[in-house]
Every structure is written in C-alpha cells, then in structure tokens.
C-alpha cells in the first residue's frame, strides 16, 4: 500500500476523526490519502499556527490526540507557536510536516538549503515537544507512529512531531514488514505513593487552616472522578487553577476561589493564610504563586504532587521551602488519599471556614459600581451575564492578556461546563481557531470564543474555516480598542507612553470588526452598553450557525484586582487601606 494511506488509517485507529491541515507540495499525499480514508475528516484552515490552535483544543475537548498538519519550510514553522501551546500546557497533539525528499535533504552539509523550502524543522521543534524526528526510512513509519502517538499520552502529556520525506510518503510499503514500536514499561514511580500519602494524612490532621489546590494534571491523570469524593471525605476547603478552574460549579461551598497574580482575593486571603498547602498537578509557576516564591504560602507547610521532578527542581532553586515533595502520577496520589480518608480526623474547622466565606462575601469580583456604570460595557458585569445565561454544558475558549483575565475571574462555572486556553503560553490569537477545534471535537456542546480586539486579528482570517464549515461559534470580542493590559504595564514601568498598545497615543490600528465579519458572510451583533447584555447574548447565543459580536468597553485596562510586580499574591492592586489588608491577615503582613 501506500505510505500516505497507511498514515490516515493509522490516525483512525487511533480515534481520530478529525485533522487540521494547510496543504502544500510536500504534504499533499498525506491529506490526499485523508481525504480518501474513511473515518477520519482533514479541515483546511487559513494559517498553520491556526491548525496547530485547533488541534490543540482538540485534544483538550476529546481528551484525545491532535492532529495538525503542514508542508515543509514555512508550513512547518508556522506550527511552532501552536506547538508551545500544547508543550507547555501538556497537551497530546502529533505534528507531521512535510519535508523535502531524501535525495534533497542537506544532512550534514555545510550548505544553508538544498532542497526546495527545506528547512531542519526537527532542530527548532526540538525544545518544543517531547519528541521529534526526521522520517527518511520508509521501513520505520509504523514504529514511528507508534512511538510518536505513545510519548505524545505517556507520562506527562505534549505535543510530538514527526518530519517525513516527500518520497517517503509516496513509497510503496506491505505493512507487514514495517518495524512497530514496543515501549518499554519501566519503573512505574508509585512504590512510595502510600507511604508519602500517610505523612501527607498527618499534616492535614495537625493543621487548623488547610487549603487543598488542583492543577491541570487531575485531569492529565483522569482522576477528575476522584476529586469530587476526595472533597467530600476531606471536607478541606480548595483553590483551582487556571488549568483546573472548571473541575467543579463555583458554588460549591469549600470551593475559596481562584488565587495568583490575576485572581480574586478571597482565594489569595485563603492560600497565603493557610497553615497547610496541599498542591495535585501542579507546578506552581510564578503567575500563582507571584514572582517571589519565598513569600508564597510563608507561613504554611507545603506539599507538592507533581509527575515531573523537573519541575520541584525549581522550589529550591527560587528559595520556596517544600516540606514533602510526591514525584508521582496526580490519579495515584488520589486514590491513595481517598483509601486513606478513614484516617482524617474530623478537626473543628468552623473559624476557618467562617473566615473563608467572609473573604467571598466582602470581595466578590462583580462590585455593585461596574453594574451602574453607564458607558459602555464593562467586562466584569459582561462575564456575570454570559454565566447565567450560557448552556450547563457550554464550552468557553479564552484568548490571552485581558480577555484571559476577566473570564478566569470572573466566569462562575456551572453544570458540566469547560473553560479552555492556552494558558502558559498564552499567544494572542489562541482562541479564534482553538473554538474550531473544540466545536469540531463536539459538536453537540455549544462553543463560544472568547476574544480581545488585539488577539483577533492575530488570526481572523480562521473566519473563513468558520464560515465555509458553518463551524457553530459564538464569538465575543472584548473591545477596549487597544491592548489594554500593556498599557497598564506602561503605565507602571513607563509614564504612560503607550506606544503600540493604543490607537490614538500609540498608531495601533482600531478596525471596524463588524464589517470585517460581514466580509467574510457571518452573522455580527454589537453591544454598547450594561444595559443590553442579557438581551444581546441571548440573542446571540441562540442564533443558528456563527456569530461575531463587538462587545464596546471603555478604553484602557480595566483589571481589578490585579497584582504589582514584587508584593505577595494576597496584597493586590489596588491596595486595600492598611488598617483593612491587615484585618484580614493571620499570618505576619509584610507591608
């Protein structure tokens, strides 16, 4: 058979039903057999960043492999952006590009290029992806499959690429003879999971205010079934990630809420309060625990459950004290924490819990100001009304900067509901095609995309896919008419100069978004005002087929709270009057 057909039945024996491509003379037989395969559909989008977007949320939605595909050269650099996304967030997404055929490739040669739009993609990938390789050998595809489609699930989640020749796609191969992939079990790194779990036991039983937190690596692990009964026979009150935040409905009364750089701050109060901080996969990166880790949780014994040592090497090294560190799978650590629950004292709590549900009442993100305002929409009120009026099962893809920020504060999460983004890379113009790939992966959710006037553009020509699919996407943009949250830092770090952040001050162009939608044949809508958001998302979220609608704020940053570079997490701008901010700290203050 061909190698090419060989390729596309192998994705669908994987469960692939979809792949995301943007062809090119050194890909087209591998979208070619695609096309030909039943099974499994190849959507063409405009820009390979956009395919590897798409891919992305693919995954994350189906919980399954991505697929994205480019030619060679330019095709191939064009995915890395997407790729970071899925490197940095774990996400399991296979890669193939196209490359020059072997009588083509430069080797070793001292040459820049030989073969046409060659270019050694499986060097600059490298750093990237948990694997990539270069595939001249037509005898080694299967065992590369195979190989790719197992690290790209194993172990900690990524993205994987594989560089195949043109001639090699087109060769003639008899499966039967192909090399196949046999991984090796190896150690399986959960002997010391019980033993660890009963020193964790111990500490949450010593402890008067424990805080539990959960990370993007429950649902890596597949424990998210476990968290629910975890809660329940702990009653230890909890914080959630960005990665995480839609684990749970935020009603739910241990939930103490989002904590970090950009969060609210009756979870920041909660976390840097504690006595005890129980972290499950996550890495706690320096957006949640601020930029110094020395002052996170000060106070507080800390235990870290992560899958990857690499990255506890980082505690020491940024001088944050670990108190029991657990290299091991998050579903493991779980499950030994649950058969364990009958050695949970039942401590009284009841101060600790009050307090909690104080901070919630005091602080509560949407204040009674945003909703009189009467200019323009503001984008708390804004993500209020979208919460109560999106479906139980909706799924939310966010873009980054501002947008990023109102939606993980300010979404209250409901029903089965799933908020997604690229949230350590974090690349303008993530959530235009990764509502693509997440409205693809299930169609029968309803998707709304989530965007900020600057990350649109970064990928609107995707309205295409969109309209020649009639991809079902709600699209909101948050129009600031600017990049609002680098103007705040220009503001901080540079008098005000908001060069390229702003469209008067700064020459950044300010289009007309509805018109450039209509251009393209969607559906558009524009809301002006607090007044006619719940009359306007209804009508949006109920039309047939895409919509875009403008969502006109006031010009400028409008993050509230949101933390200056140097203070602890739990002092955030802007600052609370001292004789308050104190009132509301056990531990030693340190301004």
């Known amino acids: 058979m061909k190698l090419s057909d060989y390729i596309a039945q192998f994705f669908v024996g994987q469960g692939v039903e979809k792949a995301f491509v943007l062809t090119g003379g050194c890909i087209v037989h591998v979208i070619d057999s695609l096309a030909k395969t ?66 083509q490739l430069k080797r070793n040669s001292a040459s820049r290029q ?30 590369e499959l195979e190989k790719a489609c197992y690290l790209a699930r194993a172990g900690r989640p990524g993205p994987v690429l594989l560089d195949i020749c043109d001639d090699v ?23 010391h999971v019980h ?21 993007g690596g429950v649902r890596l692990a597949g424990a998210l079934p476990l968290l629910k009964v975890l809660i329940e026979r702990y009653q230890v009150p909890f914080s959630l990630t960005w990665a995480g935040m839609d684990y749970l409905p935020h009603d739910q009364p241990l939930f103490v809420g989002g904590f970090g750089v950009t969060s609210g701050r009756p979870g920041n109060f909660a976390v840097q309060n504690a006595d005890l901080i129980v972290a499950i996969g996550t890495r706690l990166d320096t957006h949640e625990a601020g930029s110094n880790l020395k002052t996170f949780g000060r106070e507080a014994k800390k235990i870290v459950v992560d899958i990857d040592a690499a990255e506890q090497e980082k505690y020491a090294q940024m001088g944050m004290a670990v108190d029991l560190l657990i290299t091991a799978d998050a579903r493991d650590v779980m499950k030994a924490m649950i058969d364990k629950a009958g050695a949970v004292h039942r401590r009284d ?61 300010g979404f209250a999460i409901k029903g089965d509901q799933r908020v997604i983004s690229a949230f350590n890379h974090s690349p303008m113009g993530y959530s235009l095609p990764a509502s693509i790939g997440a409205a693809l992966a299930n169609p029968n959710r309803q998707t709304i995309c989530i965007s900020g006037d600057g990350g649109f553009q970064i990928n609107v020509q995707e309205l295409a896919t969109i309209q020649r699919h009639r991809i079902d996407v709600k699209i909101f943009i948050l129009n600031n008419h600017g990049h609002g949250i680098i103007q705040s830092t220009q503001d901080n770090w540079l008098g005000g100069r908001h060069h390229a952040a702003h469209p008067d ?12 939608a209509q251009a393209y044949g969607i559906m558009t809508e524009r809301i002006d005002s607090n007044d006619e958001l719940t009359d306007k998302i209804k009508k949006v979220l ?3 087929g895409p919509v875009v609608c403008n969502v006109h704020q006031l010009f400028g940053p409008q993050i509230a709270p949101k933390l200056l570079y140097g203070r602890p997490i739990e002092d955030s701008d802007p600052l609370l009057p001292r004789d308050e901010f104190h009132a509301n700290m056990i531990v030693k203050a340190i301004t």
């Open 169 to 191: 796609q087109r060769a003639e191969i008899n499966p039967a003879d192909l090399v196949s992939f046999d991984p090796e079990e190896g150690a399986s790194g959960v002997s």
């Open 349 to 409: 709590r009841s101060a600790w819990l009050s307090r909690i549900h104080r901070w919630k009442v005091d602080y509560p993100i949407c204040q009674e100001a945003y909703r009189n305002q009467a200019e323009k929409v503001n984008p708390y009120v804004f993500m209020e009304r979208l919460s109560s009026l999106a479906s139980d099962r909706a799924v939310l893809v966010t873009d980054c900067g501002s947008n990023l920020i109102w939606t993980m504060q």
């Open 505 to 516: 001050e700064g020459g950044l162009p300010d289009p007309d978004f509805e018109k450039i």
């Open 542 to 544: 109920s039309a047939q």
């Open 38 to 103: 039943p099974g499994i559909e190849y959507i063409p989008v405009q820009h390979e960043q956009a395919g590897a977007m798409a891919a992305d949320a693919y995954a994350r939605i189906t919980g399954n492999i991505g697929v994205a595909l480019a030619t060679s050269g330019p095709g191939a650099t064009n995915l890395l952006t997407g790729a970071c996304c899925s490197y940095y967030d774990s996400i399991p997404v296979v890669l193939i590009t196209g490359q020059v055929p072997t009588s």
């Open 195 to 215: 033993e660890s779990v009963a020193q964790l036991v111990e500490l949450i039983n010593r402890a008067d205010r424990p805080v539990m937190i959960f990370g």
């Open 114 to 143: 030989i073969g046409f739009q060659e270019t050694d993609v499986v060097s600059i990938f490298q750093s990237v992806t948990k694997y990539a390789k270069l595939v001249d050998d037509a005898k080694m595809i299967r065992y």
